[in-house]
């Protein structure tokens, strides 16, 4: 693996932080931290960098332990939130800036520093001074200054929560684009699962400093390991034992030891074979932009949300929802919340 986290802990008094058994990325992955606040996502970045000193463990970065090397010698970028660009410096200036102090030949620096201006689209906004930029055309410019480097590993973290949504859309797919391209090795910080989605070969999901699961995209939303991914990724319905045992008892030799999750977009509407049948009441109609909501209420009272796409006229002449057994997920109620 290019770079490999084992065994690390952090302690911030008697409070323990961080606790990674193993993180293993490959050369030229993104792969994302998504975790709530709090649970150890930019701690373990700045571990990685050398700004916190883990109490156990080890991290090798391109087969090299580099717990030992100061974070100037880590040859390892770091895209920050805040931008943390030099105020009274031009574009040019601040993406240069990491060349010059390597004293670098200035016909160098001028090719290196345009090449990755044009990369992030910025070329045009060369010689203006930071402070006149937008919040987007910051970022660019604090992504040129870590890329023009060539670090082993750039770190981002949460680069685009300051930022509104288009923008951040448009610099999800751009940092995308530019990580394939280049074949860079990132570690992308964010709480926001569709930002994770979207960018990641791989995420890591966190909880309480720990790695709770580790899967490509598709396979986090469609097969959570355990009741703290199957709520933090996406919507859900939960339901516990007895409120599936008074439609069907397929599950009922499993009795209380698990708990039960079902993604509000396979539910259906219509009659299908073999289904458990759930009788309701529509209680709420939600427009979610694309997305429209629907909730109901079961006979027993149980809350229940529906998902269909924007774009389809649904007209809702029955008064069942209709369950396929194989699209409920189980989850251990020992691993549950």
Request: aromatic share 8%; glycine share 6%.
């Amino acid at each position: 693996m290019f770079l490999n986290i084992r065994d690390v802990t952090l302690f911030f008094g008697e409070n323990q932080v961080l606790a990674i058994d193993d993180i293993s990325i490959n050369e030229g992955e993104l792969v994302t931290l998504l975790g709530p606040s709090g649970c150890g996502k930019s701690t373990l970045l700045r571990c990685i960098t050398g700004l916190e000193q883990p109490k156990t463990g080890s991290i090798l970065l391109d087969g090299q332990e580099i717990q030992a090397i100061p974070t100037k010698d880590r040859n390892i970028g770091f895209v920050f939130q805040n931008y943390a660009l030099f105020p009274t410096m031009s574009v040019f200036d601040n993406v240069a800036f990491g060349l010059k102090i390597k004293k670098m030949k200035s016909e160098e620096i001028n090719e290196k520093v345009f090449k990755i201006l044009n990369l992030v689209n910025m070329t045009e906004h060369a010689d203006k001074n930071v402070q006149l930029l937008s919040g987007g055309q910051k970022q660019r410019v604090a992504l040129a200054r870590s890329l023009v480097t060539e670090p082993k590993v750039l770190l981002l973290d949460e680069p685009l929560s300051a930022l509104d949504a288009r923008i951040r859309k448009q610099l999800q797919q751009d940092i995308r684009k530019i990580q394939q391209e280049l074949k860079m090795t990132m570690i992308f910080v964010t709480h926001d699962q569709e930002e994770a989605m979207r960018i990641s070969d791989r995420i890591f999901v966190l909880e309480a400093g720990r790695v709770s699961q580790v899967s490509t995209p598709e396979v986090l939303y469609q097969k959570p390991d355990n009741a703290f991914v199957a709520e933090f990724i996406g919507n859900y319905n939960k339901f516990d034992w007895l409120e599936l045992a008074a439609y069907t008892d397929h599950f009922s030799g499993n009795g209380n030891r698990f708990v039960y999750y079902l993604r509000p977009e396979l539910i259906q509407l219509e009659t299908i074979e073999k289904a458990i049948k759930i009788p309701v009441t529509l209680e709420e109609t939600i427009n979610l932009g694309n997305i429209q909501r629907y909730v109901f209420h079961s006979d027993t009272g149980k809350k229940i949300i529906v998902d269909r796409l924007n774009n389809e006229y649904l007209q809702l002449s029955g008064d069942n929802l209709y369950i396929n057994q194989e699209d409920i997920i189980q989850i251990p109620l020992a691993y549950s919340s």
